[in-house]
């Protein structure tokens, strides 16, 4: 149904108002046009402004009066206005970012005549009238129209700065988006005699196709030869690719000035044509809390690379996690898309790898070591002892796998180096999940832990978990069938897990989990009433088991032994 077959009354306000303005004498003529089977309505509208007859139609949107009707010529075309967009609508003051319902087309028509009227206005010396831009967009809607865009990082920048005189060879990596951008990164500037060649460090060496070779640099000054090829309007483009190369003009070619903060850039074409190319700002505010300043000089081990190992990875790289050591045997297949945070681009290589460049892409100074086999499997044990001995040198495993036997290591690990673990679980389901962690000399073992959860779970006061919760996975077999869960379940597991393993790299003193445990649920599910339904475990009686001591606390005390 239409809106103006919900809202009969509306439409009939609306051809009152319409009725009104032509009393008034300024608004001559105006022809509705109802349009049921297509449920669209406009109004061919004939009115004075600005001095002439304008021949205009009002437009009403379907989700009226929600929105604002649209007022445009109807001859193609025309131009009116200084603010009038490219479709030729008038950009009024009654707009969409203004819209309240109590307005009406008639106050649209209103807010027309009122900016043509003073645009057409000429004062006493001959001036003619201009009404001010309020005109608030944000720099990528500024961006829309700009294909040609430009990225120098302020390092690069500071770079040419710093060299002075002389004109260099820009090093670029392109990337062509379909039918928005082609975006070019400045990646280095060629060396000289007195200069070594210099490489932007912080970008990612497989971001973009290299483009080098067609593109110059320099700092330039008001009045000089290449100054003039950056401003000029008319030069061609061979003279303007003289002015900074030697080299003749190819029919392609990129030409960047430095003039104090100001960057001038321009692309030359083969057909002869100086386009403009935008510089995209850098920007280098800071959104991460200062307390994640202790990530950059941690490594940490992902222990499995799949739904949850991923995106926990990718969300400590993004706070500023500083090195990685990757361990997953598996590789990536079409069904791990639907939850994994790799894409269709890894499917078929190594989980590990394909996270690793994942990671680098990200942060390009981010150090990445892999161990490409199964933490628990058939291997050679000189092979499994250079993964332990890896993860001893870690400040932190992170445990993923679901897998039991790589859980009964790491928590080997964990216990016989101090170092902490923390691990996380979705419930089969995906109902919920838990975390967990184990700090040495502070929590007890993370296998003692996780048998405390296991306890906890089988508490007689709570219902039989669903079937298909499948808790204990991690205990079960490596080559059980698949957890059910959807992306938004893994993914709000791993978010919690994340911040978990970030807390347990602070002090003892500094953390915000009072608890080592906690039960999350999503849904009104089993011992959960409400969705964020989370319920903690007290973990802190528990004791770290050891056979050795088990056994000597069975001898009676007066047994004596000899060596």
Same mark, same amino acid.
């Given at each position: 149904?239409?809106?103006?077959?919900?809202?009969?009354?509306?439409?009939?306000?609306?051809?009152?108002?319409?009725?009104?303005?032509?009393?008034?004498? #300024?608004?001559?003529?105006?022809?509705?046009?109802?349009?049921?089977?297509?449920?669209?309505?406009?109004?061919? @509208?004939?009115?004075?402004?600005?001095?002439?007859?304008?021949?205009?139609?009002?437009?009403?949107?379907?989700?009226?009066?929600?929105?604002? $009707?649209?007022? =445009?010529?109807?001859?193609?075309?025309?131009? #009116?206005?200084?603010?009038?967009?490219?479709?030729?609508?008038?950009?009024?003051?009654?707009?969409?970012?203004?819209?309240?319902?109590?307005?009406?087309?008639?106050?649209?028509?209103?807010?027309?005549?009122?900016?043509?009227?003073?645009?057409?206005?000429?004062?006493?010396?001959?001036?003619?009238?201009?009404?001010?831009?309020?005109?608030?967009?944000?720099?990528?809607?500024?961006?829309?129209?700009?294909?040609?865009? !430009? @990225?120098?990082?302020?390092?690069?920048?500071?770079?040419?700065?710093?060299?002075?005189?002389?004109?260099?060879?820009?090093?670029?990596?392109?990337?062509?988006?379909?039918?928005?951008?082609?975006?070019?990164?400045?990646?280095?500037?060629?060396?000289?005699?007195?200069?070594?060649?210099?490489?932007?460090?912080?970008?990612?060496?497989?971001?973009?196709?290299?483009?080098?070779?067609?593109?110059?640099?320099?700092?330039?000054?008001?009045?000089?030869?290449?100054?003039?090829?950056?401003?000029?309007?008319?030069?061609?483009?061979?003279?303007?690719?003289?002015?900074?190369?030697?080299?003749?003009?190819?029919?392609?070619?990129?030409?960047?000035? !430095?003039?104090?903060?100001?960057?001038?850039?321009?692309?030359?074409?083969?057909?002869?044509?100086?386009?403009?190319?935008?510089?995209?700002?850098?920007?280098?505010?800071?959104?991460?809390?200062?307390?994640?300043?202790?990530?950059?000089?941690?490594?940490?081990?992902?222990?499995?690379?799949?739904?949850?190992?991923?995106?926990?990875?990718?969300?400590?790289?993004?706070?500023?996690?500083?090195?990685?050591?990757?361990?997953?045997?598996?590789? !990536?297949?079409?069904?791990?898309?639907?939850?994994?945070?790799?894409?269709?681009?890894?499917?078929?290589?190594?989980?590990?790898?394909?996270?690793?460049?994942?990671?680098?892409?990200?942060?390009?100074?981010?150090?990445?070591?892999?161990?490409?086999?199964?933490?628990?499997?058939?291997?050679?044990?000189?092979?499994?002892?250079?993964?332990?001995?890896?993860?001893?040198?870690?400040? !932190?495993?992170?445990?993923?796998?679901?897998?039991?036997?790589?859980? =009964?290591?790491?928590?080997?690990?964990?216990?016989?180096?101090? =170092?902490?673990?923390? #691990?996380?679980?979705?419930?089969?389901?995906?109902?919920?999940?838990?975390?967990?962690?184990?700090?040495?000399?502070?929590?007890?073992?993370?296998?003692?832990?996780?048998?405390?959860?296991?306890?906890?779970?089988?508490?007689?006061?709570?219902? $039989?978990?669903?079937?298909?919760?499948?808790?204990?996975?991690?205990?079960?077999?490596?080559?059980?069938?698949?957890?059910?869960?959807?992306?938004?379940?893994?993914?709000?597991?791993?978010?919690?897990?994340?911040?978990?393993?970030?807390?347990?790299?602070?002090?003892?003193?500094?953390?915000?989990?009072?608890?080592?445990?906690?039960?999350?649920?999503?849904?009104?599910?089993?011992?959960?009433?409400?969705?964020?339904?989370?319920?903690?475990?007290?973990?802190?009686?528990?004791?770290?088991?050891?056979?050795?001591?088990?056994?000597?606390?069975? @001898?009676?005390?007066?047994?004596?032994?000899?060596?």
């Amino acid at each position: 149904m239409t809106w103006f077959e919900r809202r009969p009354r509306r439409l009939a306000h609306e051809r009152d108002a319409l009725a009104a303005l032509i009393q008034e004498g #300024w608004v001559k003529a105006a022809d509705w046009v109802v349009e049921v089977k297509a449920g669209t309505v406009h109004v061919n @509208v004939d009115f004075l402004g600005g001095g002439q007859l304008r021949q205009a139609r009002l437009e009403y949107p379907f989700i009226y009066p929600s929105a604002p $009707p649209r007022l =445009v010529p109807r001859e193609l075309g025309q131009r #009116w206005s200084e603010h009038q967009w490219g479709t030729q609508e008038l950009c009024l003051q009654i707009r969409a970012d203004t819209w309240i319902k109590s307005l009406d087309g008639a106050d649209v028509l209103r807010s027309a005549r009122k900016l043509l009227d003073t645009e057409g206005s000429v004062d006493e010396v001959g001036q003619r009238g201009t009404v001010p831009s309020e005109h608030n967009f944000t720099d990528g809607q500024l961006l829309r129209w700009e294909y040609a865009r !430009l @990225v120098l990082s302020d390092e690069l920048l500071n770079e040419v700065r710093r060299r002075g005189d002389g004109i260099w060879i820009l090093d670029l990596r392109v990337t062509h988006f379909k039918d928005r951008a082609c975006v070019s990164l400045g990646v280095g500037l060629s060396g000289s005699p007195t200069q070594d060649r210099w490489t932007d460090q912080t970008i990612p060496k497989s971001i973009g196709t290299p483009s080098e070779g067609g593109a110059r640099i320099a700092n330039v000054q008001i009045g000089d030869p290449r100054f003039e090829a950056l401003t000029s309007h008319d030069m061609p483009c061979n003279e303007r690719w003289a002015a900074f190369s030697s080299i003749p003009f190819s029919g392609f070619g990129i030409i960047v000035g !430095l003039i104090g903060d100001h960057v001038l850039a321009k692309f030359l074409g083969s057909d002869n044509q100086t386009h403009d190319i935008i510089k995209v700002l850098m920007d280098k505010q800071q959104r991460a809390p200062d307390r994640n300043s202790i990530l950059k000089g941690k490594r940490i081990a992902i222990l499995g690379c799949g739904s949850m190992g991923s995106k926990v990875a990718v969300s400590l790289a993004r706070m500023g996690m500083g090195g990685f050591f990757l361990v997953d045997s598996d590789f !990536l297949q079409v069904g791990n898309l639907e939850r994994n945070e790799l894409d269709w681009a890894e499917v078929g290589a190594h989980k590990a790898d394909a996270l690793r460049d994942r990671l680098r892409r990200i942060n390009a100074q981010v150090t990445v070591d892999r161990w490409v086999n199964h933490l628990g499997g058939q291997t050679t044990s000189a092979a499994l002892e250079t993964c332990l001995a890896t993860l001893k040198a870690c400040d !932190l495993i992170i445990e993923t796998t679901g897998s039991g036997q790589g859980f =009964v290591y790491a928590s080997g690990v964990s216990e016989d180096a101090g =170092v902490p673990i923390v #691990w996380g679980r979705v419930f089969g389901g995906g109902f919920g999940g838990y975390i967990a962690r184990s700090r040495p000399s502070i929590e007890a073992s993370a296998l003692d832990v996780r048998n405390a959860i296991f306890q906890w779970f089988k508490s007689p006061e709570f219902p $039989p978990p669903p079937a298909d919760a499948a808790i204990d996975y991690a205990a079960g077999p490596d080559d059980q069938q698949p957890m059910i869960a959807d992306d938004a379940d893994v993914s709000a597991i791993s978010a919690h897990l994340t911040q978990f393993a970030a807390d347990t790299l602070r002090s003892a003193h500094e953390s915000d989990y009072p608890q080592s445990v906690y039960v999350i649920g999503f849904r009104k599910e089993w011992i959960f009433e409400q969705p964020f339904d989370t319920r903690p475990i007290d973990v802190s009686a528990v004791k770290t088991s050891d056979v050795a001591e088990e056994e000597d606390a069975q @001898v009676p005390p007066s047994r004596e032994t000899t060596v």
